[in-house]
């Protein structure tokens, strides 16, 4: 079984330095409150038995797979992508050779979520957008990858996502946050991997 757990401090880092800020009360309760949850509880608002994709096991088998995670509260950025509160600094080396849809520049960012993943078991979490719960959310991608969780030890949940620099205009023109508090920002579909 799989589990996440919160913590209250949240790695800040300055000019190369890494600092621990502990989260206020609210922002406690609101890691609490949209803490990631089964995918199957959550169906997409789209859907209903009478839609005709109800038919189709590839797109319903995907849509209730593993857990959704949502943002714990609003995350601004902008175009230089400084430090947050959330939102890491924007790393060129990060995005150094890899192509982004639609030919954006897009700029790279680690969120950094106040949850620790935490297995009963060995197994692999596999980290991908929630395809059918998206948003709309064309500026921004999630960089998808692997995750082995080892019985019993924590891992920080700290997904990595590019952003394309028109979005990010878009949004600090209109103050609007990257992500929306409660939004739905990825989900964790756990897997089996064929080699082990």
Not at 44 to 73: A, I, Q
Not at 123 to 128: A, E, N, P, V
Not at 146 to 175: D, G
């Amino acid at each position: 079984m799989i589990r996440f757990e919160l913590y209250n401090t949240m790695p800040l880092q300055k000019k190369g330095i890494v600092m621990y800020n502990n989260l206020s009360d609210i922002q406690v309760a609101a890691a609490e409150q949209y803490k990631p949850r089964l995918a199957s509880e959550d169906p997409p608002g789209w859907y209903t038995s009478e839609h005709p994709l109800n038919r189709c096991p590839g797109v319903t088998d995907y849509f209730r797979k593993g857990w959704l995670v949502r943002s714990f509260e609003n995350v601004y950025g902008n175009v230089t992508m400084e430090e947050t509160s959330a939102m890491g600094a924007f790393s060129p080396e990060l995005s150094k050779g890899l192509q982004f849809a639609h030919g954006h520049l897009s700029r790279v960012f680690k969120l950094k979520l106040p949850y620790h993943i935490v297995s009963d078991v060995d197994t692999t979490l596999l980290f991908c957008d929630a395809t059918y719960h998206d948003t709309n959310r064309d500026g921004i991608r999630i960089f998808q990858g692997v995750i082995p969780l080892k019985k019993n030890k924590k891992i920080q949940l700290n997904p990595i996502f590019s952003v394309s620099e028109h979005y990010l205009e878009w949004a600090a023109t209109n103050k609007n946050p990257v992500f929306r508090q409660g939004e739905i920002m990825m989900q964790l579909i756990e897997m089996r991997r064929a080699f082990d």
